[in-house]
């Protein structure tokens, strides 16, 4: 059964430094997303991508943030000079979408930790 | 997104049935209902989804009242993997999930 994946399942960074987390979605799929999740807390919404755009974003996704599809597979959420409270867990999606509904299918996730 | 409510916290022995609660009742009529688990860390996965009519898979059942303001979901035979936080989310742009705190199912053996 195809899955999502993520790279990397862990990643260390110190503080004022940049990320790129990989994810491959399913590979049918048109709808691409990134939520993240601090520890014990809820799963935040950050962005959704359409087209090769953004198509929503969240207020959390701000300047520091940016996603890419920079080729037929991979995409990709880059987080300029991170901050201590960037440390959590983002999770990759994407949507097979049929009218309406919008069946979310989730990456194992990426752990952030940033020092 | 309507605001969804679900009990914090649910206890099922292993091998009955859960079912578990969740009221949407600011839905809109062309809004679905969604429901995921996440299970410890791990990315939350999909179990079903519905509109109005009751729905089920190989996981899961969902019951939806005919007025679409509260909906259960039923784990038939629930094992101690099924252990788990449980989201029901009823997203009015279909794109932008909103998890809130969900209902922390324990299966008891």
């Known amino acids: 059964e195809p899955e999502v994946t993520q790279t990397p399942s862990h990643q260390v960074t110190q503080m004022g430094q940049e990320v790129i987390l990989r994810c491959v979605p399913i590979s049918n799929h048109l709808y691409f997303y990134w939520y993240r999740q601090i520890l014990g807390q809820k799963v935040e919404f950050l962005v959704s991508f359409y087209n090769n755009e953004i198509s929503e974003k969240s207020e959390i996704f701000d300047d520091q943030f940016s996603v890419e599809r920079p080729d037929g597979s991979n995409f990709t959420l880059k987080i300029r000079s991170t901050k201590l409270e960037d440390s959590a867990m983002y999770f990759c999606?994407?949507?097979?979408?049929?009218?309406?509904?919008?069946?979310?299918?989730f990456g194992p996730g990426t752990r952030l930790t940033v020092t | 997104d309507a605001k969804t409510t679900q009990p914090p916290s649910m206890d099922c022995a292993e091998g009955r049935a859960a079912n578990l609660p969740c009221n949407h009742s600011?839905?809109?009529?062309?809004?679905?209902v969604y429901w995921y688990r996440q299970i410890h860390s791990q990315g939350p996965q999909y179990i079903i989804h519905g509109l109005k009519n009751n729905e089920t898979n190989e996981m899961a059942s969902l019951i939806i009242t005919e007025d679409r303001k509260s909906s259960t979901l039923i784990l038939p035979h629930a094992t101690l993997r099924d252990t788990a936080v449980y989201y029901c989310i009823a997203p009015n742009t279909g794109n932008q999930f909103y998890f809130g705190t969900g209902t922390s199912l324990t299966v008891i053996p």
């Open positions: 600011t839905i809109s009529g062309n809004e679905y």
């Open positions: 999606a994407s949507a097979r979408v049929t009218g309406n509904v919008y069946e979310q299918y």
